[in-house]
Every structure is written in C-alpha cells, then in structure tokens.
C-alpha cells in the first residue's frame, strides 16, 4: 500500500489546508474532514487516541486506542465527508489515518481543545519578532501546546503569485508546535499572546490561525456577491480606487481590459508589498481588490470548526466609520456561515486603533472611528468584546523604516494581547472577568452634575478605578447649551458610578470621555486595568476640546508627532515620531524635573532648578507646536490663564508672561509676584488683555526672575477659566 505524508506535496489524497500533524481540533462540536480522491472509491477513516508519553497502550487502558472509525465511498468528483464525534479537551495525541483505494494518509500529533482565528490589518500582523514580546520570546515559545498555523501574509505563494478572482478552497500553510523563538518570531504577537494566555488560563491546548495582512481592506475579505450585493460597500470600494470586475482583475490601471477574460491566477502580477506608508491616501494595491483576501486567505478554510475570531482594523479605514461598521457586520456574517462552532456561533474579539496622527485627519478621527468600534459591537448577531490601547506606549519599529517599523504600528502588543484573553475569558469561557471594555450605559443630571453609569466595570465586587491609582480623575468634557466642550472635574462614585461637573457650568447638557485621538491622559479604568472606552454621550453638532497634555504639570514628555509627514519614508530621520519634551527651558539657566513631593492637583509636578536668574531671566513653555497637538492653540472662549506655583526656597520671585500668535505679533504681561510663602499661590493673566489673535497662539512663554539668583520652583498646574463663548464661533 502507497502511504503518502500530510507534508508531501504529492500526496493522492487531497484534505482542507487547515489539517495537517501537530493542529488542534475544535472541542465540544462535530468537526467535517471533506476530502479528495478519485470518484467512486472505498474511503476509510481511523481515529486513534495514544498516551503523550508514547507508552504502549495496555488494556486497561479504555481512554485509548481506537475512539472512531467509519467508510465512504468517493462521489463523482472524487470527493469523501466524515464527520469526527465531539471530543473532550485532551493533551493526548490523537493520529488521524485515511485510507482511500491503494492510498493512506496519517496526520500525527493532534491535540484537542480550541481554535480561534487571528485576521485584520497591520496590528494584527506585526509578528513577535517586531513587537515587544521579541525580548521574551525565549521565555514565552516554551509551549509546545500552543499550535500554529500560518500562511504568507499576502496570501500567495510560489506556484500562485497573482490574486484569483474566484475563492480558493486550498492555501499553502503549516501547522507547528510554539516550542522555539523561530516558531513564534514570525506569528502574529497578538495572536500568540492571546493563545499563550488563553492555554495558562484554561489549561487546554490552544489552535491559532494567523491569516491577518497589513495594510487591507475589509471589503477585501468580503465574498464577491456580498460586495456586489451592497451598493454602499461596493460605492466605497471604487471611492477607494480598488474596485475591479472580471473584465480588469489585477490590473494596476482600471480602464485596461483583459483581452481574453481572466482564468484563475492567470495574469501574473509583482508580489505586493505589506508596507504601509500613509494609511489614508487610497492608492490601488492588487491585494485590496473586492474579496482578494477573502478567496486566498478566509475561503479555504470553508467549514473550520473553531471558538471564536481576533480581528484588528485596518488605518487605511479611519476615514469611513460608517462604512466600515456596514462591511464588518457583513464579515461577521461571513464567519456564521463559514464556521462551526460549539457555541453555535463564534465569538468575535477585536481591539480599537491606537492613537496616531493623520495629516489629512481632525483631531477628533481615531476617536470617531473608535466610537464605532463600540457602538457595533452591540448589533453583532454574535457574542462580541472589545478592548481599549490608548494608555499604551507609541513607540514603534527600528530605526530605519521597513515593512512594520513605521509609526502606525505601536510595538505594545503584549497587553493587548492579555487584554483580549481576559475579555475572552468572560465572554466566551463564563470566567470571572469582563466581557469587554467598561461603557457607559446611563446617564442623569442633577444640579450642575452629570452622572454615569458603567457597565463592564471589572470583577464581581470590584470596580472601576484610576490607571496607577492615580489620584486625579481625568479625561471627562462636559458642555453647556452653547455644545462647547471643556474639561472637567470628575470623580468615581462606588465603583460603577461617575460623577462629571465644571463650576462655570450650571445647566451641563452633555459630556465626553477620551474624544480625541491623543486620550493617554484618559485615565479610567476596569478593576482589571482595562481603560474605559472613549465616548460622547450624544452626537449633536458640537465643538470638541483638542489634547492640551502640557496643562497639568505631571509630565515631562510625551509621544509626538512634531510635524505633519506625509511619507515618513521621504521624512527627516529628526521629523519622525518619538517622545519630545512637553516642556522646555528656552533662555536662562534652568532644568525641569519631574516630582511627586509637592504635586496638589495631580500626582506629580514639575520643579524648575535655576541658577543667575537675577541677572539673566530663566524662560520657560511648553511646546505647542508639535502637529499631534493640532496647533494653533485656541485660548479666545477664555478670559483668564493661571499658574499654580510654590516657591521651594521661600524667596520672592517674580512671573511673566508673553503670548505670540501664528503672525508672530506678541504680547508680554506686567511682573506678577510670587510671594515668599510657604503655600502654592495662583498668578492670574487676563487673557483679554492680551492684542493678539487668541484663537492662534503658537507661544506661551513664562519668564521668572529672581532677586537671590538661584532658587526653585514647583509649577503644579495650568488653568484656564472665565468661559466667554459671546465672540467665539464652532466652525473655526
């Protein structure tokens, strides 16, 4: 008898791509092995259960051995159906062998426990070895249990390198055991953190199928008769410039014709590329044509038992909330109709988008299109979660821009990872963990204060909290009738409860949290560290307050963009993105720190240490004009600016300051006096006052004096206050 091995590209027998030695197949539901040989043949399946310390099977032994067997007969086109019986969880091996004819194949190595799939756009596909978990990748790949399926990210290989107009029903990929860095480095680290969580958590084996490619659209994983069928999906697709028809498929250019029609994989075209460069200029790119990604990299896996699905957005949809809320319900559709499930349908898992800067985005983008990531979740026919990143570190890749090291892409995906596990855990498994990311659910006003219910709080008996204990609640806006939005004071209220208010605010009609694409000063979270979605609570016309990080003094730097690039591969090595100082000495003698030994409004201050400031005045501001701060800074809805102060050394000093608009005319205040008292005092500046364009202002400069020369000085806050809307418009 000819026996052939599942890796032998020979092999008479034909299986679905997805099974091969060391997969894992689906617990708790019937899994299909619809197979291929020649027509009208005798087919034999055998399903054997062995110790995984490889000893002989004695007969005692009634857990092992033969657990399954059953014959077909190959139809007219040579195609055989079994059907395994539900399996229990097991880290025993199971060996599959088909017989067909003269022909045998044998799959070794299979565990049982639960698969999930891990797709979507370039955060999803940053593999291990470009994320941070490629410090611990040694530690990490010790878990021969975890097994992984991959396919190349473009979705062809060698003898396919043209996208086929028609789905597949085979791929090129592997399964292999994650016992090694080479096993890993190349998965995606979402995936692998969440499967190697997943295995410590449920302590079964885990499945992932990692089919996630960078830089795709959703419509690209969508069938061809859905995007045809929707006349808003198939609109956004040609505003995108990727629609192609039979008539034009794989061509770069959409007006010449293929002469002769298109076969599958006919038309040879360039590998594509996984880069992104700006995600939000629709250039046409062979793998976003309608339903490429769907036939080379979710068609063959057509029936796949699995749990549930990870799923990570694509850049390249920021502008088009609405529509990618239409195209991702259709997707989810898809999987209810590709996949089984024990749940009867799986489970659906994704993340939002980091924060990032898009020129040719508001500030406002990334938190719109997050909204919707919330807010579809509950129109989902499917169980759904939802995490939140924006308290993540934004720094990215190396130092030269590659495939992955570009801006887009946050190399923190350990905790997104956890993060997914843990909301997997409540959803999906009936764990005692949340089944996604807090959300308000409620909301009343009473007197001058707004108050918000939460739902996804965190553990049973816990909840809601500041990230790191802080003790300054921050993130909230809250608006009067005039729907202008200002930050406000906020404060947590038996853990499920928020109270949001402004003093300057008698009748607040409306608020928001975190809404803006830089939040990471946002800090609600779960009693489990996960950070509360951003939201406003309605979507009336309305002017939403821009990132202003400087103001609270409790923090050096940040992550910036410190100007608007449009190619961060034609950028300056010195334009890229990367933590800057937030504020600057920029004359005198002087060094600001950072310290927690004085802070009064939040958990840390800054402290100025100068020297010869009778004699040379020491000038300090913050930096307003980095592009991710979306200069120029508006102060014209404001009468008044203050600085909290404390002199250390107990000596008269004195305070200045000069404002300077975007054409460059400036204004400089009278001395103001900090007195030698042992207290925080508060220098106020009229902002009226001020013969500058306040709606532009593109400096902020203190100046501070001092009689002894050398001294110290803790400045614990920015304040703006005495709200005047008389003069200020919503459109600017």
Known sequence: MRENNDDNVLQVIELPSHFGSHMVLQRGVTTRILGRFRPDEQARIVLEHLPADG????????QFGVVFEDQDRTDHEGYFDFRLPVLDASFDPYRLTITVADSRLTLSDLLVGDVWLAGGGANMALPVSRADLADQADALSNVEHVRLFTIPESGLFDDLQAYSYVPLDKTNGTWRKADSPDAVNEISAIGFGFARALLVALKV?????????????????????????????????????????????????PDKQNAEGIRKAEIRIRRPKMAMDQPDEHQFDPKNQPSAMFNHKLAPFNGLSLRGILWYPSENELDAPDAFARAFRCLVGQFVSMFASPDGVPAVLYAQMPPGFYPNQDHKQIAVFNEMLAQVKRTLKVPAGYVTCYDLPLEYGGED???YDVPYLPKAKAVIAVRLARIALGLVYGKDHAPSAPEPKAMEAIGNKLMLDFEHVGATGQGLRTSGDSRLLKGFAVCGEDRIFVPAMARILHGVQIMVWHDEITEPVSL??????????SNLVSSEGMPATAFRMDLEPSQYAKPMLWMDCDRLNAFVWPKKIVSIRRARREDWPSVRPLWTVTS??????????????GDQSLLLSYKNADSRAVVFEPCLEYASLYPPLDLSMWKSISAHLFSVDHGKKQLALQVEDDNQVTYSYQPLTLDATYRFQELVFD??????????????????????????MWLDRIRLFGIDTRNWKKDR
Not at 512 to 521: E, K, Q, R, V
Not at 588 to 599: K, V, W, Y
């Open 588 to 601: 005198g003698r002087g060094d600001l720190l950072l310290s927690a030994e004085h802070a009064r409004w």
């Open 512 to 521: 928001t949290y975190g809404f803006a694409n830089f939040n990471s000063d």
């Open 55 to 62: 000893r002989p099977i004695l007969p005692h032994d009634s």
């Open 687 to 712: 902002l009226a006052e001020a013969q500058v364009n306040r709606a532009r202002i593109t400096k902020l400069r203190f100046t501070l004096t001092d009689p002894l020369g050398h001294g110290q």
């Open 205 to 253: 084996p885990i499945g992932l199928i990692d089919i996630a490619a960078s830089g795709t659209y959703l419509h690209s994983w969508l069938s061809r008769e859905v995007v045809e069928d929707d006349t808003f999906i198939k609109g956004r697709v040609r505003e995108v410039k990727q629609y192609r028809d039979y008539s034009n498929w794989n061509r770069l250019k």
């Open 401 to 403: 821009p590659g495939v």
